[in-house]
């Protein structure tokens, strides 16, 4: 990430931005929006520990045993259902931080 390059910038805070709209609207699946704040966090700020970011790093850690979607036609359909199971109690566990944390997101880089 070049910090002097606008456009870089400016792009990385629209990605933040689009997600944080589609997790928190429900557009983006929670484990693959969760898990792209948690990456973009390094292309939009310069803390290692961003409290704006925690969360989703948190949570990506938490659940990054469960396959994302470009792999999931390499694995078994008992291992998905329990993955899958595990996303949707990690979903309603942390849905509604989330949003508060994706309207914070928002705000922050809009």
């Known amino acids: 990430m070049n910090w002097l390059d606008e456009r870089q910038v400016a792009e990385a805070q629209k990605a933040v931005v689009d997600t944080a709209h589609g997790l928190a609207g429900g557009s983006v699946l929670f484990l693959e929006g969760v898990r792209r704040l948690a990456f973009l966090r390094f292309q939009v700020s310069k803390l290692d520990n961003d409290p704006d970011f925690m969360l989703f790093v948190g949570i990506a850690s938490e659940a990054d045993h469960i396959p994302p979607q470009e792999i999931r036609s390499q694995c078994t359909k008992v291992w998905l259902e329990h993955c899958d199971n595990e996303g949707k109690e990690l979903e309603a566990l942390y849905?509604?931080?989330?949003?508060?944390?994706?309207?914070?997101?928002i705000r922050r880089f809009s």
Do not use: D, H, K, M
């Open 95 to 105: 849905q509604q931080q989330v949003r508060a944390t994706c309207e914070r997101l």
